[in-house]
Structures are given as structure tokens and as C-alpha cells.
């Protein structure tokens, strides 16, 4: 049998086709969905985001939250925009009892999942148990650490009881912990995993209709959502690897809208291309140089100040990020109730080679003192490269210190940096907004940054600040906190980014979904 | 009869090995994977929890037990046929490789068409037309583009037909809309339109398979330029081919009729050991086109050490092309007896 | 002929042996062999004269105390322009083409170090140790090379500070594969030779058989498929680069990493910052692939057409009238 060859590699060819397609026949197949989706009413969104598990007890990250907010809702949070304390959402309203151990949440009433199931307090309850029984590695069951219990009271009150005094657990519903899920259809053991779409139910706005996972998401609105309409008639996001691509799509109008992240050259690129803007509101996302205070030369308080004092904050922020991102003078955030520029106040807010030469000089350091810089090239954006560079220029130039820049790729990065670096790079993303989550995260005793600082001082603060009884009293906790740390220096905090959002010129209402919030609020944008 | 026996005899060798390879491959992989620093706590954690919490979560999922315990536990579960979900986002192996290793089959049979389209036709002038410009021209060619790196090439195709002349999409398998409404059955776009007689999305699927494939294609057609060329000249110089001249038969003729077919018979074993280079390549192309491929994949779950990821994607990676090229071999070996064991 | 003459002609006779077919080399071969050599020179060149050539340190972003422009237009003082990072793009290629070659020039050296002596004995030697061997490296083959060179350079990037190290190793590990084979494949054919068998008959110990009968012979093929893998390793290396690992931008220039970050420019605008890197990289290997398949067509006796001297018999000077390549 001697077949021609160009027979025998069509067969070739052909027979490996067959083979898959029989392999892929087998697999899932997805239901036909009704065809309201048209170009005209659904928004093409765009994300350099990636969506590890949609399930909320299996996620702690950005860009499956973004999803998550579409489809859930917590008890307390921030439907409106930014506020002074957490909003009802599906609770009317939570209070606390006199020792701040116990907080008691009454829930709305005729509330339904999306598969119509009605919402009570067994949900609630189920809810947070799963999130401390399941315990995934994604680490979400950190933020619940201060929850010994959750007990019901009849159909539509909830009662937390916490471990210690907790003044601000209402700020915990806020978070990804807290969001509600459906009692009858999520298992009080395990995640539900992405495939099984249709079980991934909620009350949120939107209903998840498809989802294959590093590609696309897709949603239409939720019948039985007992808010205000959407304003449009769903919502397509489309997952790319990078941004490059992203914008390039979004020039040709495949996609309406782009939510996190461009480079600052691509922002400032498509701030100028006709049809297309850059939306841009207050941001919470910090970035901060972090400091081993146990090795040298770092562990000399002088050595850190002098740093402190050459930070580059504005060139760093008009020639590497134009403009995107604003100097950052304390680990709390500006626009955050009790931020304080404690830095500026101590350091100034230009650098001074002057000053730093004077406290390096008092302390006896011979100069230029030589350290070594660690950044990752991908983890915290393409420009952490460009922005490690201009921290080495200003400190070399100085003629103060002779930095050598070292890299590493993230999970390399990450094991590492508790053991052995001096000098790192590090960003942070609040779990719920409030100057709590920049201060305890940072600065209490075996906090996650590695960088063994451990100041009695200010774990008292802090212990003091969770127990606080009204508002001003936290806030002037928070003040001293941010003083101590200035002082101690064992972290320089750089910059805080805006958030940032670009839209052809068919979409509406990106500006106002801008805020400290950090939700993009897809349910209330509109396409023309 | 003797050549039933030897070669089935062959045949029972080859696939014997195919075993101890693929072995061989996950015990690399699994030792690689785990002595490089770092492990998918600190990718998924790192920057937001502290050490504490990392060490109890990494001790949880038994990625603190010795290597050879975390070796013995893969092995029985691979055994079983379990490779495991990935750990970053819970999804199962075998899904992973049906619906983006469909996306690869994709990206790399077009791509593999637009190859031996440039290949054999630049390959088949050259050859003929030897030590002319014609030939020198073609080998230039194919030594050129192979050089050009696949994501430059990807990049100019992008801004040439993508954003200056406006032709042509710059990424993703199909525009969201039309991926939105595309029933899956075998996960592969082009086929699904086919199955489903969705001609505006088969429309939509082809124009955004065209830049891609054709930019890998054309990269990996400078390879079987050479190859071919090489066969045209081997071939021509063949006594059969003497022979048809004597005879008195055209030059044409006998370069199309009769070399054309004998020539192309390597392509056929060169396809299997490309394979593996044009897996490699495929893995610059997704990153530069946002296909979901498996290559793409791979590196990104790489990135996170997600070792159950990467351990499967790699074994299957593997035996998909030892698997091909053994039965290349074995067609080979079916033809030609010189070249059995 | 001079005695001195006699005498510098009977020790070269091997030099001149080896080199015979390059002086012989016609045609295409012939252009592909110059072309190659003078593209490949031209980056040895910017290579080893770097600090001399180019204009301005890889990472320098000031001169006299001005700082660059950033993402300036070629003009005057940047001939090609600057990054978004306000480094001169043509300074990047200068330095880039050391980064490309020292990180190749490492790689094939312990590719071949390793591969060679590999090949030889397991080749020479065979029985189970070969076998394994053999299923080793055909294991290696059945991966992607880039893939592997990723794993590599994560395994060793953590440990290794010096980042054309890392990027050399993981290449290195890519290639042994195909050395090994080559060399083992050549030695088994070499081996049965008469000449070997006589030297064994003679009693002649097995290193001395390698060494003296058998490593010359085979490593004639050796540096064809260096020049052709050092092709190959640039375009890993640059593949690793623009993924975004082995040589890290503050070691120093990368082609592949100066192209993955000017794709953001690109679709701005901005071309120089990709244009320019990106046909080094095409220059480079097209003149290391030139120089390999010229080497390959002149040595290779497969390949190699020698010159056939056509001899007129009506004339008695022995002078070739014309020349013809064999077909």
C-alpha cells in the first residue's frame, strides 16, 4: 500500500482533526443563549485583569472582584459611591452591643437570588460559615480572622460575634468576605467551581451567563434584582494578556471601554486619540519602598531618613506615570478620613540633598552608603522598571548612596524578600476603605511586608485604634500612627494611584462610577 | 509473513518507549518545578498576607512535605489518570487542554497551512531553478523571515493591517459579541461556526485567524523552504528522473508530476519534529495576539507556580508530540523497511 | 620551491586541508559565506568595541547634567532616538549586540563542553548507560525549547545573580539535546570503521581511540551546527527577554526586552523605540544563518560541489580554461 504523500499527510492531518474533535465533542456544551445581547445595548468592556475562582469564599484579588461585584451584594457596603460609613445594601441597618463583641444586622425583606430562591439569614449565616470552613489558599478567610460566630435571629436578623472588640466590622462586610451567596445551591464545603455557571448565583445586578475562563465573561441583567434597572442590557468582558493588545482593540472599537490596566504611555497615548477619553477619579492603590529595619544598612535610622528625604516622589509621578499616579506622603491614602502628609511634615515634599547629608552626617554613615534596591518587573506594571530607575538616579545623584538595582520575578520575588532583601518595592490594595487597612497591615508586629519592624509603641496605638468608641477617637489614633511611622521610617511610601478608566465616546457615565470605592459600576453606565 | 512480524516488532518498540519518555519528562518537570524558589502561595498571596498565614496555607496543601512524598503523590495520581485542577483558578487539567489546547490545534493548523503553502511554493522554484536568482532569492527569503523574531513580525502585522490600513483584527479568536453567542462543541471557533452553519461568525472567526497564522506560518515557512528545496534537488538528481528526460518528457512536467510528489515526503516527517518548535513559537504568538492557547497559558501558570497546571499541560505537550512523531515513524516504517530498528 | 618554503607548506597541510573546501566554495555558498561572515563580524565588532562605539552608556539617561528626552525623535544627539526611559536606543544596540553575543557565546561553549564529550562516549561506549542517555535526550526533545529555557531561567534566578548566567544556562540546556545527538549519531557510523577497528586490534585503549581517530573526524560537523544554534539561541534569547526573563534591564541591554516594552509605543506612534532593536535581531541572525548554511554548503560532502576544472587538451598549459560546479 503506497498512498501519494500528499494523500498520506492529509490523512496525517486530518485523522489528528477527527481525533479531536471527538475529544472535544465530548466535552461540556453550552446552552444556547436568547440573543438580546446586541451590539447596540451591551457594553464591550476590556481588562488586563485575570478571574481566578468567581465563587466568593475562593478569591482575594482585584479582577475577580470586579466580577463579583456585578453579581453579588454584601449586607453593608458602598452602592452610591464613596461615604463616611458602610451603606445598606441588604441589611437595613447593623448595631453594635456595648462592648463592640457582638454587632446585630436586620436584612431587607422580600429580597430574591437570581434563580428566584429568596434571600433570608440562613443565607447570611451559611455564607460567612463556608468562607472560615472552606478556608481557601487564596487566603479570603484572613479578613474574617476577628469572627468567632454567626448566629440568626428568625428570618431577617443576623448577629457577628467577634473575638475582640471590633469598632470597625461593619467595614468587613464591606469587603469580599462578606459578600452573600445562596444557601440552597453553594456547598457549605467546597468552591463552586468556574464551569458550572449555573450555579453561581446571587442578587446582584447581573447574572452570569457565560464565562470561559481567560477570555471572556458575559452578563445580562438579573430579573429578580430588587434595585434600580441597569442602564444597559449587559455586559461583555474580554480578558487580555496584554495591554498593548487591549488598546489596539479598543482603537478599533472591538471593545467600548478598558478598566485596568494600561501602561502611562498608553494612557497618555489614548488621552489624545479622537473618540476615545481617559476618565481618571481618586484613587486608593499605593506604592511603597519597604525596609528590612533588622539589616544593614537599613537597620540604621539615619540611613532610612536620608531616604526619606530623596525620594523622588514628582518626577516619579509627571515623567514615568504623567500625572496618573500623585505623591504619596503617608501610608494612608489622601481623600481617606484622618490622612496626614506625616511625611512631608517631617521630610519635606520636594527631596533635600542637604538634609539628607546632615542626618547622614550626624549619625557618623560614611557616604555614599551602599544598598541594594529589589523591584519585579510585571507584578506591580511594566513602568515599576522605569520608576526603580528614577529612585536609583535620584539617590546615586546625590552623591549619598550607590544603589544597585536587582530584580526578581514575582513568586521569586515574594518568597524571598522576607529573607533576604534590604530594600524592596511593594504595593498595596485595600480590603475595605478605611485607614485602618493601611496602617494595621503595615505596621503591627509580624505584619506581611517581612521587614521585621516591631515597635511596641505602635501595636498599643493600634490595639488602641481597633477598640476606639466614637469616630474622633479612631481618627486620632490613626493620626499618631501615621506620626510614629514617620518617624520610624520603616517604610517610604511613594505614590497613590488614581483610578483610571478610558471609554469611546458612545459610553456614559464612567466619570461618575470614579471614587474611593474603587467599583466600577457597570449597572449604571449606558452605550449610545 | 517477516516484514508483518518486524514490524509490529517496531511498532511494539516504539510506543514501549513512549513510556519510559514521558516519565522521564514528568519527573523533569516536577523536580524543576519545585526547587525553583518561591511556590503558588506566595504567587496568590505574596504582597498581601502575611508570612504566617502563607507558611499555614502552604502547610495545608502539603507543599512543605519532603519531594519525594509530593513525587509518590503525583505519580499515584497520574497513574489514575488525574492530573489534577491548577491551583490559581481551580480549573481541570483536561479542561484546560481540550478548550485551549483546541485553540492551539487552531492557531497551529492554519499556521501550519500558510507554511507549507510558503514553503513549497518558494522551496518548489528554488529547487528547480538552482543557482539562479530565482533560488538564491528564495533560500535569502526563507533565511530572513525565519530570522525576523515571531512576535516583531506580529507586531508590524498588527500596525500594517491592524491600526494603519484598518483591515484586519488585532487579537482574540473571534470579536466578543460573536464568542459570546458561539455554541461550544469542540471548542475549536472555525469548526464550531462549520457545525452550527453560523456563517457570519465563520467570517468573523477566519478574519481573526488570518494575522496570527499567517505570521507564525510565515516564520516557520522559511524552515520547509530549506527542507523542501533541498528534497527537489535531491530528487531531480534521481535516475527516475534521468530516466523520464531520456524519455523525452518536458522539464515541466517531469519537475511537477514526478518530483513534486517524492519531494514532499519528508514534509510529512519534518511536520512531527517541527511540532514541538512550532508549539514554542505558538507560545510568542498568543502572548502577541491574546489567543487563548496553551502555550500562553503555560506561561502564565508558570508565572504563578501553579505546579499541577504546568506538570499536566507539560505531560500532555509532550505526548502529543511523541505521540506524532511515533506515528510518523511508523508510516515511515511501513513504507520504507530500511528504516526499521 | 625554498626549503623554508617545503617546510611551512608540510606543517599547514592540515590547516590547508581543512580549509580547502572554503577556498573552493563558489556560487551562492560563496555569497552566503561573505555575506554572513561580514554581518556576523559587524556585531562581533559592535560587540567587543561597545564601550568605544557607542555613544552613551545602555542605561545613561544624562549628559553634562541634561537629562535625554524621553521617546525623543531620531534627530541630532540621538541619531535613533531614546526610550521611554530616556536612554539612547542606538547605545542600546550597541551594547545589546555584547549582551546577544556574550550570552550566546556562553551557551554554545557549554553546550558544547557538555554535549560533545557526552555524545562521544555514549556513542563509543553504548550498552544501557547509551540507551539511557539516548531516552534522556529524546525526552529533552519532545519539550519546546523556549518553554524549558523559561523554567530554567526561573530555576536559576533565583540563585544566580548575573543574568546573562541564567539566560546562558537555560540556553545551554536546550541545545545539549541536539550536540549529544549529532556527535553520538556520527560516532556510531565512525566507529565501525576499518581504521578504528585496527587501532583496536593494535590494542590501543579506548581514550586513545576517541582522541585521536574519532574526535577529529566528528567534529567536522561541529561548527555548522554551532553557528546555526547560536542563530537559533539569539532568537531564544530575545524570546526570553521579550517574556520577560533572562537578561533584566538594569544588567543590561536586551534587544528582546527593549522590543516587549516598545510595543506599547508602537501602536502610539512610536516606532523606534521597536523598529530598531527588532532588525538587529533579524540582522544578526540572519548573518549567523547565513555564515552556518554557507559553512554547511562548502564542508558538508553531501552538499559541497567542488570545482570541476575543465581541462583543454588542445592547449598544453595545464591552466583551467573555465570553471564549472559540479551538479
Known amino acids: ?528 | 509473513m517477516g516484514q508483518g512480524s518486524s514490524l509490529k516488532q517496531y511498532a511494539l518498540t516504539r510506543l514501549g518507549l513512549i513510556v519510559p519518555m514521558v516519565f522521564i519528562l514528568l519527573t523533569i518537570v516536577f523536580l524543576l518545578m519545585r526547587v525553583a524558589p518561591g511556590n503558588p502561595v506566595d504567587a496568590a498571596l505574596g504582597g498581601h498576607a502575611p508570612q504566617a498565614e502563607i507558611n499555614r496555607i502552604t502547610h495545608e496543601l502539603g507543599y512543605d512535605k519532603p519531594l519525594y512524598v509530593q513525587y509518590g503523590d503525583y505519580l499515584w495520581n497520574v497513574v489514575r489518570g488525574n492530573f489534577g485542577t491548577t491551583i490559581s483558578d481551580r480549573r481541570s487539567v483536561g479542561s484546560i487542554i481540550l478548550v485551549n489546547g483546541a485553540a492551539t490545534l487552531e492557531l497551529t493548523f492554519f499556521a501550519m497551512l500558510v507554511a507549507m503553502t510558503v514553503g513549497v511554493l518558494v522551496g518548489l522554484l528554488a529547487g528547480r531553478f538552482r543557482d539562479s536568482p530565482i533560488d538564491a532569492g528564495g533560500r535569502l527569503f526563507g533565511i530572513v523571515v525565519y530570522a525576523t523574531p515571531v512576535f516583531f513580525l506580529g507586531l508590524l502585522a498588527q500596525l500594517v493591517f491592524g491600526v494603519w490600513l484598518g483591515w484586519l483584527p488585532t487579537s482574540d479568536q473571534a470579536s466578543p459579541l460573536t464568542q459570546a453567542l458561539l455554541q461550544t462543541h469542540t471548542n475549536i471557533f472555525f469548526v464550531d461556526a462549520i457545525i452550527d452553519r453560523n456563517w457570519s461568525a465563520l467570517w468573523d472567526v477566519t478574519k481573526h485567524l488570518i494575522l496570527p497564522a499567517a505570521t507564525l506560518g510565515i516564520v516557520y515557512g522559511g524552515v520547509f523552504i530549506r527542507l523542501i528545496r533541498v528534497n527537489v534537488i535531491r530528487t531531480l538528481k534521481e535516475d527516475y528522473i534521468e530516466a523520464a528526460r531520456a524519455r523525452g518528457i518536458t522539464e515541466r512536467h517531469v519537475v511537477y508530476r514526478h518530483a513534486f510528489r517524492n519531494a514532499l515526503v519528508p514534509v510529512v516527517t519534518v511536520i512531527g519534529l517541527q511540532l514541538a518548535l512550532l508549539l514554542g513559537g505558538a507560545v510568542l504568538t498568543e502572548t502577541t495576539f491574546n489567543w487563548p492557547g496553551i502555550g500562553h497559558y503555560l506561561v502564565l501558570y508558570i508565572e504563578n507556580r501553579d505546579y499541577a497546571a504546568v506538570q499536566g499541560i507539560i505531560v500532555v505537550f509532550a505526548l502529543v508530540v511523541v505521540l506524532v512523531s511515533v506515528l510518523i515513524d511508523f508510516v515511515n516504517a511501513f513504507i520504507d523497511p530500511r528504516v526499521r530498528y | 620551491m625554498t626549503t623554508a618554503a617545503v617546510r611551512l607548506q608540510r606543517r599547514t597541510v592540515g590547516l590547508r586541508r581543512a580549509l580547502g573546501p572554503i577556498a573552493q566554495a563558489r556560487g551562492f555558498a560563496r555569497g552566503m559565506l561573505w555575506a554572513g561572515s561580514g554581518l556576523t563580524l559587524l556585531f562581533v565588532v559592535l560587540a567587543l568595541f561597545a564601550p568605544v562605539l557607542s555613544p552613551y552608556a545602555f542605561d545613561q539617561y544624562q549628559s553634562n547634567g541634561q537629562r535625554f528626552g524621553q521617546l525623543a525623535h531620531p534627530g541630532h544627539g540621538h541619531i535613533l532616538g531614546t526610550t521611554v526611559q530616556s536612554t539612547d536606543v542606538l547605545s542600546r544596540i550597541v551594547w545589546g549586540a555584547q549582551t546577544e553575543l556574550e550570552v550566546v557565546g556562553l551557551a554554545l561553549a557549554f553546550g558544547l563542553v557538555i554535549g560533545v564529550p557526552l555524545g562521544l562516549v555514549s556513542g563509543y561506549f553504548g550498552g544501557v548507560l547509551d540507551r539511557g542517555a539516548v531516552l534522556f535526550m529524546d525526552a529533552m526533545f519532545a519539550f519546546p525549547p523556549l518553554l524549558l529555557a523559561i523554567i530554567i531561567a526561573f530555576l536559576l534566578g533565583g540563585s544566580v545573580s548575573s543574568g546573562v548566567l541564567v539566560a546562558a544556562l537555560a540556553i545551554t540546556i536546550t541545545y545539549i539535546p541536539q550536540y549529544f545527538r549529532v556527535v553520538r549519531n556520527h560516532v556510531i557510523s565512525v566507529r565501525e570503521e576499518p581504521y578504528v577497528e585496527a587501532a583496536r586490534a593494535l590494542g590501543a585503549k579506548p581514550l586513545t581511540i576517541l582522541r585521536r581517530y574519532v574526535f577529529f573526524n566528528v567534529v567536522q560537523n561541529v561548527p555548522v551546527i554551532a553557528t546555526l544554534n547560536a542563530a537559533d539561541a539569539v532568537l531564544t534569547l530575545t524570546a526570553l527577554g521579550f517574556i520577560g526573563y533572562g537578561v533584566q534591564p538594569t544588567q543590561g541591554a536586551e534587544w528582546g526586552y527593549d522590543v516587549s516594552r516598545a510595543v506599547s509605543d508602537a501602536a502610539s506612534g512610536i516606532w523606534w523605540t521597536g523598529l530598531f532593536p527588532g532588525l538587529a535581531i533579524v540582522l544578526l541572525v540572519t548573518g549567523l544563518t547565513l555564515l552556518g548554511e554557507g559553512l554547511n554548503e562548502t564542508i558538508n560532502p553531501v552538499l559541497r560541489r567542488r570545482v570541476i576544472r575543465r581541462v583543454d587538451f588542445a592547449a598544453p598549459s595545464l591552466e583551467p580554461s573555465s570553471e564549472i560546479l559540479e551538479p
Open chain 1, 1 to 528: 500500500m503506497h498512498l501519494r504523500p500528499r494523500l498520506r499527510h492529509l490523512a496525517v492531518l486530518g485523522l489528528a482533526g477527527l481525533a479531536l474533535a471527538a475529544v472535544g465533542a465530548t466535552a461540556a456544551q453550552s446552552k444556547p443563549l436568547a440573543s438580546q445581547h446586541s451590539l447596540a445595548s451591551t457594553i464591550l468592556d476590556g481588562t488586563t485583569d485575570t478571574v481566578t475562582n468567581i465563587d466568593p469564599a475562593g478569591n482575594y484579588d482585584e479582577g475577580t472582584s470586579v466580577v463579583d461585584l456585578m453579581m453579588y451584594q454584601h449586607l453593608l457596603g458602598f452602592p452610591n459611591g464613596i461615604a463616611k460609613t458602610p451603606q445598606p445594601e441588604l441589611a437595613t441597618g447593623c448595631k453594635a452591643n456595648g462592648a463592640d463583641t457582638v454587632w446585630t444586622c436586620t436584612l431587607k425583606q422580600g429580597v430574591k437570588f437570581s434563580n428566584g430562591d429568596p434571600f433570608t439569614s440562613a443565607d447570611v449565616k451559611w455564607s460567612f460559615d463556608r468562607v472560615i470552613k472552606i478556608k481557601d489558599p487564596s487566603g479570603i478567610s484572613g479578613l474574617l480572622a476577628n469572627l468567632a460566630s454567626t448566629t440568626t435571629n428568625g428570618d431577617y436578623s443576623v448577629s457577628f460575634h467577634t473575638k475582640t472588640p471590633d469598632a470597625t466590622w461593619p467595614y468587613i462586610l464591606t469587603t469580599g468576605a462578606g459578600l452573600i451567596v445562596d444557601s440552597k445551591v453553594y456547598p457549605a464545603d467546597k468552591i463552586v467551581p468556574d464551569s458550572d455557571v449555573s450555579s453561581l448565583v446571587g442578587t446582584g445586578p447581573y447574572k452570569l451567563d457565560k464565562f470561559s475562563s481567560g477570555q471572556q465573561a458575559v452578563f445580562s441583567p438579573n430579573p429578580n434584582y430588587t434595585g434600580a434597572k441597569p442602564k444597559n442590557d449587559g455586559v461583555i468582558i474580554t480578558y487580555y494578556s496584554k495591554s498593548s493588545t487591549m488598546k489596539l482593540a479598543l482603537q478599533q472599537g472591538s471593545i467600548d471601554m478598558a478598566f485596568r490596566d494600561f501602561t502611562a504611555t498608553e494612557y497618555g497615548a489614548l488621552a489624545k486619540t479622537k473618540g476615545i477619553s481617559v476618565y481618571k477619579g481618586a484613587g486608593v492603590s499605593i506604592r511603597y519602598l519597604v525596609f528590612n529595619v533588622k539589616r544593614a544598612p537599613a537597620n540604621n535610622l539615619a540611613v532610612r531618613q536620608a531616604v526619606a528625604y530623596l525620594m523622588p516622589r514628582q518626577d516619579i509621578a509627571t515623567r514615568i506615570y504623567h500625572g496618573n499616579v500623585q505623591p504619596l506622603y503617608s501610608m494612608v491614602p489622601k481623600g481617606l478620613p484622618g490622612h496626614q502628609d506625616s511625611f512631608a511634615v517631617d521630610y519635606g515634599d520636594s527631596p533635600s540633598v542637604a538634609k539628607a547629608k546632615a542626618v547622614l552626617q550626624k549619625a557618623g554613615v560614611k557616604t555614599p552608603v551602599p544598598l541594594t534596591v529589589w523591584w519585579t518587573p510585571t507584578h506591580y506594571g511594566d513602568s515599576s522598571a522605569d520608576e526603580y530607575s528614577e529612585i536609583q538616579r535620584a539617590l546615586n545623584s546625590s552623591g549619598l548612596f550607590k544603589v544597585t538595582l536587582k530584580s526578581a520575578e514575582w513568586a521569586t520575588y515574594v518568597d524571598t524578600l522576607g529573607k533576604q532583601y534590604t530594600a524592596y518595592q511593594l504595593g498595596w490594595f485595600p480590603d475595605y476603605v478605611d485607614g485602618e487597612d493601611y496602617l494595621l497591615p503595615f505596621y503591627l508586629t509580624g505584619n506581611f511586608t517581612g521587614n521585621a519592624y516591631s515597635s511596641p509603641k505602635m501595636d498599643s496605638i493600634l490595639k488602641k485604634e481597633q477598640g476606639s468608641k466614637s469616630t474622633t477617637e479612631r481618627l486620632g489614633y490613626i493620626a499618631q500612627a501615621q506620626a510614629l511611622a514617620a518617624k520610624d521610617v520603616p517604610i517610604v511610601p511613594v505614590w497613590q494611584g488614581a483610578m483610571l478608566a478610558v471609554g469611546r465616546s458612545n459610553i456614559q457615565g464612567i466619570q461618575q462610577t470614579l471614587d474611593p470605592t474603587y467599583i466600577l459600576r457597570f449597572w449604571n453606565l449606558s452605550k449610545s
